[in-house]
């Protein structure tokens, strides 16, 4: 599978983005779908997913109540809107497959985009 994400950009504290993240299969192809990040000087996390078992997601602790990830089967894409974003959130995010917050279980990486909050 390939996958393309895009959407990263700079944005001021508090402001919006979305990502997305474009299959070349199905994303129901997988255990499960979703995003990780990489701050500099950080290992690699995960952001969120959606687990195609019993089609929930899952977030990690630092952006719940601000990202929600989503997606439209029909386009094989899978977006992460970021509201009230901040200064730590700033990374490389990744779409992923198969896992949700172990980076050496994922089978699939997009190549990146770049996320940069600040003032």
């Known amino acids: 599978v390939q996958l393309q994400a895009s959407g990263g950009g700079l944005v001021q504290p508090g402001g919006s983005l979305r990502l997305s993240c474009a299959a070349s299969g199905s994303t129901e192809d997988y255990r499960s779908i979703g995003w990780f990040r990489q701050a500099p000087g950080k290992e690699r996390e995960g952001v969120s997913c959606?687990?195609?078992?019993?089609?929930?997601?899952y977030y990690g602790d630092s952006v719940k109540g601000r990202f929600t990830i989503s997606r439209d089967k029909a386009k094989n894409t899978v977006y992460l809107q970021m509201n009230n974003l901040k200064p730590e959130d700033t990374a490389v995010y990744y779409c992923?497959?198969?896992?949700?917050?172990?980076?050496?279980?994922?089978?699939?990486w997009g190549q990146g985009t770049l996320v940069t909050v600040s003032s």
């Open positions: 992923a497959t198969d896992s949700c917050a172990s980076p050496d279980s994922v089978t699939s």
């Open positions: 959606i687990v195609n078992i019993d089609d929930k997601s």
